[in-house]
């Protein structure tokens, strides 16, 4: 398993070549569950969200590998959010989980025994963009349904975190720590495996 200190030494260099600008003045670039969110968040801890950045980007390079080519965005600093659903005496269970971009998701163990379900498996494309109000390939812990359950792995809240914003075009820069300040977030060991 890789160390949570590695994502809290990373230089400015890590966000790579991006514009990156005060997201809460900025929020045409962010999806509207997300922007509420953050001004959620400022009403509660104003300095912690005055940290979240935004950058516009091109969205045919919105996802990870195509981003960290051509903005230079350090693949430490990139988070991913999967959102995995499973079943138990017929309510199903839906679970958010962010993990950075080079470990994936334990679904089979970790996600399966947090949602108390026998089996997981990942949310239908359509019913995730319908029910997020974000876009497919953009979808964000910040701003998602407060039914779900938020599922951080503890190398995300270490350090910046590098996200969606709801919608491709642009990506949020922010600090592990408002992550962790989400109502419903969940830091959980060994979410994240290589």
Known sequence: MQNADE?????????????????????????????????????????LA????????????????????????DEKLVCNCVLVAGKRNGEERVAACVVRATTQAD??????????????S?????????ASGMEY????????????RLLLDTQVVAGIACIGSGIRPSKLLVPGALLAKLPQAEVVEGLGVE
């Open 137 to 148: 390939g953009a979808i964000t812990p910040v701003g998602v349904p407060a039914q779900w």
């Open 50 to 73: 005055a940290q979240a950045l935004v950058a516009e980007i091109d969205p045919e390079f919105s996802d990870t590998a195509p981003m960290v080519e051509k903005y230079g965005v």
């Open 7 to 47: 994502y809290t030494n990373l230089d400015e260099s890590a966000a790579g070549n991006l514009t990156w600008l005060p997201a809460l003045e900025h929020k045409d670039l962010l999806a509207e569950p997300v922007a509420r969110a953050l001004e959620e968040i400022a009403a509660r801890e104003p300095e």
């Open 122 to 130: 990942f949310w239908p494309t359509d019913r995730a963009v319908e």
């Open 107 to 120: 679904i089979n163990h970790v996600v399966k025994k947090r949602l108390d379900v026998r089996k997981a």
